[in-house]
């Protein structure tokens, strides 16, 4: 029997297996940050253990950093001891750390697809649940927590239980206006907040191959959104253009080599699936969601679900989702006014992003009394865009250019959203205070929230482009 | 805290709340520590308190009630979604909570909480409901739970449902063992696991 994309890393990296209990594997490479990464290297140094192996391990600073004046001593105390920490146990431990300042800093699931380092194959981890995120590289890429971080630190291995695997084929082409993360907020609208709890996730099909890679990263990226292990997806032309010649990708005769393993990394034709869903591309509109998780989405022609739609058993956290939304069961999303736009996060704040917004946005104005903030994933993001002039478009449409880190993705530095305001954002989570205490969130394509920078309120985009 | 765990016999702290993300039970803004230590203090921080003030809890809440109280939480589908924040299950155990019960639990969570000594332990939704009505009939009704034997157990009705958990973890909770103990015991594997790739 053939073997699934997901299989054929997964037995190429399994060191023991245990009777009854998880897999011992091997991680190829591991990301961390300032925030999982303190109580880790603090329970290394309790055991009295080096890092095993820190060539494998990279750093760096961007959950809680300031996304202004990155040069000034960071204000906030905790933050400014939890960012030096990191410091600390990279020079103390040997890590590699493209900090703040580093040219090379970013979004950790920026960085990594944007210097060569993730490539097909690998088994990558991070004290993060976007690590799926790495998957569109046809990488078997697992979010952790931080006793696991310490784990990998001090064996470079990690204690898994085999997922079920699951197949998602998107077939077809996509309609005008709709953009990679509507199809990702469309999959988690079909199969709710859990439903691929316990899957790893392959993306297949014509409309997932017809992706650039950044786009289909913002696929892999949201898959731990409806719960799933990983999101993958096979890595094939497209995907060896975008490696070939990044800073870490291999070179020369070592170029050769991987590529034809990397060619190997797709599911067989007979491989076995525990579950298969199949989606057509043209059923899919621009996407916004209305509620507290990220599968309470709908099209943005849509409503709000009336309450007789609602299941009964699922009443009273509908309810409490849409109290605290401030929206009316039935309602139509349409037209509902935003405070905020935010367009930044590992989900959507790559060149492509940028260049998408900015195209949009071009000769156009924001509307009065909405703040709009774009933060770049990466150095390399922010330089990039300033190079194409994209950052001039910006200004002249009212936008603030900020500096790259999570921002108002989780409201962990000063960057929030004042309670009770409503933010369109391309980041990846609605829940409750999220993005500040009760701060309300509207998740979006970059291209809808930029259509709703532009007219203050909800916005269908297709009404907006030839 | 506790690094082993056999049999818990106590009351039950219920929240019967659905999808409840890892941002409610530890919002991000109080990931800013280096320690493990003290995050039991803003565990369910926003929905226990208006304004971000601890002088003004929410009443409704459970937690805020003082007729619940416990080492067993019990909690509606989909415990611990979102983000892997190990956090969610230190502010947990921090709070003094030894056992979550769920009907459905997100992985990253699950795994975070086995690696914490945090007993999660997954029921039917039928099981799930007696124990809510167990508990809304009488506020001191006692759940007991058994690792060893792999049980839950209503003591007021003796309503019991067995539950899963994998040998091997079973054996670390049971003696304390951890992950880190066993992979440094099967080194010489790793390294030539290395050798031979
Ligand atoms: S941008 Fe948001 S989701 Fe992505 S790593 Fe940062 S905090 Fe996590």
Redesign the pocket.
């Known amino acids: 029997m053939g073997l699934s994309l997901f299989e054929k890393i997964w037995n190429k990296h399994v060191v023991k297996e245990i009777e009854g209990g998880p897999s011992v594997l091997y991680i190829d490479t591991h990301f961390i940050h300032e925030v999982t990464s303190p109580q880790a290297f603090k329970g290394l140094e309790k055991r009295g253990l080096p890092v095993f192996r820190p060539k494998q391990v990279v750093a760096t600073a ?2 809680n950093v300031p996304t202004i004046n990155q040069h000034l001593p960071i204000k906030e105390e905790l933050s400014r001891i939890q960012v030096q920490t990191l410091k600390d146990n990279c020079e103390k431990f040997g890590i590699e750390l493209y900090g703040l300042g580093h040219p090379y800093q970013g ?3 920026v960085i990594g697809p944007e210097l060569g380092i993730t490539q097909p194959g690998m088994t990558i981890v991070c004290g ?3 690590t799926s995120t790495h998957g569109a590289f046809g990488t078997m890429a697992f979010g952790i927590g931080t006793s696991e971080v310490e784990m990998v630190l001090a064996t470079q291995c990690l204690m898994q239980s085999k997922p079920k695997l699951m197949r998602i084929n998107v077939e077809g082409e996509l309609n005008k206006g709709v953009v990679s993360k509507d199809i990702i907020l469309y999959i988690i609208s079909l199969i709710s907040a859990s439903g691929a709890t316990g899957y790893a996730v392959e993306y297949a099909g014509s409309a997932i191959r017809s992706l650039s890679m950044e786009a289909r990263m913002t696929i892999c ?1 949201m898959s731990i959104e409806m719960g799933a292990r990983c999101g993958m997806i096979a890595p094939d032309d497209i995907t060896f253009d975008y490696i070939k010649g990044r800073e870490f990708a291999p070179a020369g005769e070592k170029w050769d080599d991987a590529l034809a393993y990397w060619k190997t990394l797709y599911s067989d034709a007979d491989a076995k699936f525990d579950k298969e869903i199949n989606i057509n591309a043209a059923d899919i509109e621009p996407m916004i969601t209305y509620g507290t998780n990220p599968g309470m989405g709908i099209g943005v022609s849509g409503h709000v679900p009336a309450l007789s739609e609602i299941d009964e058993k699922e009443k009273p956290s509908f309810e409490k989702s849409l109290h605290y939304m401030g929206l009316q069961p039935g309602a139509n999303i349409k037209g509902k006014k935003v405070d905020y736009v935010f367009i ?4 959507n ?1 790559r060149i492509e992003d940028l260049r998408m917004v900015a195209s949009f946005v071009k000769g156009k104005q924001k509307a009065d009394g909405v703040e709009v903030w774009i933060v770049p994933g990466s150095k390399q993001v922010e330089q990039q865009a300033k190079n194409e002039g994209i950052d001039k478009i910006f200004e002249e449409a009212g936008f603030m250019l900020r500096q790259p880190g ?2 108002a ?2 409201g ?1 530095n000063e960057d929030k959203i004042p309670a009770g305001k409503y933010c369109i954002s391309t ?3 609605n829940f409750e205070g999220r993005q500040g205490p009760n701060a309300r969130t509207f998740l979006a394509s970059p291209l809808s929230a930029a259509a709703a920078a532009i007219t203050g309120e909800v916005t269908d985009v297709r009404e907006m482009i030839p | 805290m506790s690094k082993q765990l056999s049999l818990v016999k106590s009351t039950v702290v219920p929240v019967n709340i659905e999808n409840i993300d890892t941002d409610q039970i530890i919002p ?1 803004r109080f990931l800013k520590a280096t320690t493990r230590d003290g995050f039991g203090k803003n565990l369910f921080r926003d929905w226990r308190f208006n304004n971000d003030d601890e002088n003004q809890p929410k009443p409704d809440f459970p937690l805020n009630n003082p007729k619940y109280h416990g080492k067993i939480l019990v909690a509606a589908k989909n415990f611990g979604c979102g ?1 892997s924040r190990e956090h969610a299950a230190w502010a947990i155990k921090d709070y003094g909570f030894d056992v979550v019960v769920s009907s459905f639990f997100a992985d990253i969570f699950k795994n975070n909480a086995l690696n914490n000594f945090l007993l999660p332990v997954v029921v039917s939704d039928a099981f799930l409901n007696k124990i809510f009505s167990a508990v809304e009939k009488d506020v001191n009704a006692e759940i007991e739970v058994s690792l060893p034997e792999q049980y839950i157990k209503i003591l007021a009705t003796g309503e019991q449902e067995s539950f899963d958990i994998n040998n091997y973890k079973k054996t670390c909770l049971l003696n304390g063992y951890d992950d880190i103990d066993y992979l440094l015991s099967i080194k010489q594997d790793i390294e030539e696991f290395e050798h031979a790739s």
């Open positions: 961007d959950h979004i950790v699931h993060d649940s976007h990226n930044g996060s590992c989900t704040s999570c921002s993705c989780l962990m980041s990846n989570r | 991000a983000s």
